[in-house]
T-cell receptor, first 112, second 114 residues
């Protein structure tokens, strides 16, 4: 099936650093979503992107919908310990019954 | 404001046993979904429902059945549990299944099959 590629599987950063995560696909998507999953909990929506080129911020998080519609990135600025978790990208194609396709996630660790 | 609630949160089963996982949402969402999450695999769609009384297969439906008798509830059943079904199961819901309607997730059910 179609896949979204997220790499690396794990990232380790120092508190206060910025970090950027990419999500790429060989297919075009109409919607890009970024979710965060804390340990023992379900994914929580961080940012939703609906237009190619769109740049959206949510506090210290910024995400962009790639111009080609085949990629998206998420940037976290001035990281803090509570940013630890798994970050998933998800894409959705056009169409009434189009399902979300999820990346495998990136596990972020923040060293104090 | 409960959102999406999953019960139970944890369960251990023996191979061959059956059980039902319950998902309840209080947001009047039309669409509901069951995913499983395995290490390094991300989230994979098992079954979904586009409204009360309807169900459809997702990416990995084998070994599972679902029912949506009430709009707010979506049940996932394992008739004869197998060790390969050890996983974390997430339920999600959304108003409609299209752009501009992100899915909201429950906190998961951790299921171990011995």
């Amino acid at each position: 099936g179609q896949q979204l590629n997220q790499s690396p599987q794990s990232m380790f950063i120092q508190e206060g650093e910025d970090v950027s995560m990419n999500c790429t696909s060989s297919s075009i998507f109409n919607t890009w979503l970024w979710y965060k999953q804390d340990p023992g909990e379900g994914p929580v929506l961080l940012i939703a992107l609906y237009k190619a080129g769109e740049l959206t911020s949510n506090g210290r998080l910024t995400a962009q919908f790639g111009i080609t519609r085949k990629d998206s990135f998420l940037n976290i600025s001035a990281s803090i310990p509570s940013d630890v978790g798994i970050y998933f990208c998800a894409g959705q194609k056009a169409g009434a019954n189009s399902k979300l396709t999820f990346g495998k996630g990136i596990t972020l660790s923040v060293r104090p | 404001n409960a959102g999406v609630t999953q019960t139970p949160k944890f369960r251990v089963l023996k191979t061959g046993q059956s059980m039902t996982l319950l998902c309840a949402q209080d947001m009047n969402h039309e669409y509901m979904y069951w995913y499983r999450q395995d290490p390094g695999m991300g989230l994979r769609l098992i079954h979904y429902s586009v409204g009360e009384g309807t169900t459809a297969k997702g990416e990995v439906p084998d070994g599972y059945n679902v029912s949506r008798l009430k709009k707010q509830n979506f049940l996932l059943g394992l008739e004869s549990a197998a060790p390969s079904q050890t996983s974390v199961y997430f339920c999600a819901s959304s108003y409609i299944d299209g752009s501009n309607q992100p899915q909201h997730f429950g906190d998961g059910t951790r299921l171990s099959i011995l």
